[in-house]
T-cell receptor
């Protein structure tokens, strides 16, 4: 199994540009989440999904959209990039409520 | 919603000493408490977890204790080694129901930077 994969690994955007961070998992996990981690900071939940077609907001959802059309994929869309969105983004998945959460390798995003 | 407070934010110990990191949670419905370790430049990885029906769990040099009454749980690392240096995150899952289905939301603490000096 590849586990949780994310693309791209690095991205530089200009303010106002939009883009999609890709996330996929091959473990048939129902739960998927997106986090951002700022330098020296913890993991803040952006959006999460409990199954295909079901998504909800986390603690910092503004400026981001998600959709979950399949069990495997959970893309994160930045609508209009801002310097405040410069961060490392982690996608994660887990099989059920009380199960180990697996993280992807992260995407380092810089917005200039 | 759930809130998880983690202390200390930084912890420095000598090799061989013990390290203790503490977390408190706000929602008494929380029932699953994992701990993750994140090495520099890498992704977080699970090191140990505990469920609400257990008071303590050990795995070699690491242990986690849970006090449901006080709503806090702790990570204990004994005989620390330089390779234990990393950021450690506690987390709590609380269940909620929506549309007749039960879900679990995972919330992380702010992290503790542990440095083990040789």
């Amino acid at each position: 199994n590849a586990g949780v994969t994310q693309t791209p690994k690095f991205q530089v955007l200009k303010t106002g540009q939009s883009m999609t961070l890709q996330c996929a998992q091959d473990m048939n996990h129902e739960y998927m989440s997106w986090y951002r981690q700022d330098p020296g900071m913890g993991l803040r939940l952006i959006h999460y999904s409990v199954g295909a077609g079901i998504t909800d907001q986390g603690e910092v959802p503004n400026g981001y959209n998600v959709s979950r059309s399949t069990t495997e994929d959970f893309p994160l869309r930045l609508l209009s990039a801002a310097p405040s969105q410069t961060s490392v983004y982690f996608c994660a998945s887990r099989a059920e409520i009380k199960a180990e959460q697996y993280f992807g390798p992260g995407t380092r995003l810089t917005v200039t | 919603g759930e809130n998880v407070e983690q202390h200390p934010s930084t912890l420095s110990v000598q090799e061989g000493d013990s390290a203790v990191i503490k977390c408190t949670y706000s929602d008494s419905a929380s029932n699953y408490f994992p701990w993750y370790k994140q090495e520099l430049g890498k992704r977080p990885q699970l090191i140990i977890d505990i469920r609400s029906n257990v008071g303590e769990k050990k795995d070699q040099r690491i242990a986690v204790t849970l006090n449901k009454t006080a709503k806090h749980f702790s990570l204990h690392i004994t005989e620390t080694q330089p390779e234990d240096s990393a950021v450690y995150f506690c987390a709590a899952v609380y269940n909620f129901n929506a549309g007749g289905t039960s879900y679990g939301k995972l919330t992380f603490g702010q992290g503790t930077i542990l440095t083990v000096h040789p």
